[in-house]
């Protein structure tokens, strides 16, 4: 089992910025890609980003391209997601997962709680 418990999600007006980190316990931390995964009200679950055990991969969807980041820090088994240039269609609940496999999709095995992202116009 891997537990993962993000923090950081808030309030924040369109063109700022946030850094969502999230904790992780259980197993070997760098056995395991790490994604960011979120659902906005009414929608489906979204991928965002997605990093390799190692840190040397990572992959984007094409709406954060460019403004988010993802990275990691094994020795702290943690993971983060920068986002930049905010916008209010960011506004979602943001998971963090693991899986064995690099995934671009939101099937990880392992999910955190959630944390809340509200971007106000």
């Known amino acids: 089992q891997v537990q993962l418990v993000e923090s950081g999600g808030g309030l924040v007006q369109a063109g700022g910025s946030l850094r969502l980190s999230c904790a992780a316990s259980g197993r070997t931390f760098s056995n395991y890609a790490m994604g960011w995964i979120r659902q906005a009200p009414g929608k489906e679950r979204e991928f965002v980003a997605a990093?390799?055990?190692?840190?040397?991969?990572?992959y984007y969807a094409d709406s954060v391209k460019g403004r988010f980041t993802i990275s990691r820090d094994n020795a702290k088994s943690t993971v983060y997601l920068r986002m930049n240039s905010l916008k209010p269609e960011d506004t979602a609940v943001y998971y963090c997962?693991?899986?064995?496999?690099?995934?671009?999709?939101?099937?990880?095995?392992?999910w955190g709680q959630g944390t809340q992202v509200t971007v106000s116009s």
């Open positions: 997962a693991a899986s064995r496999l690099l995934l671009l999709t939101p099937l990880y095995d392992y």
């Open positions: 990093i390799s055990g190692s840190g040397a991969t990572t």
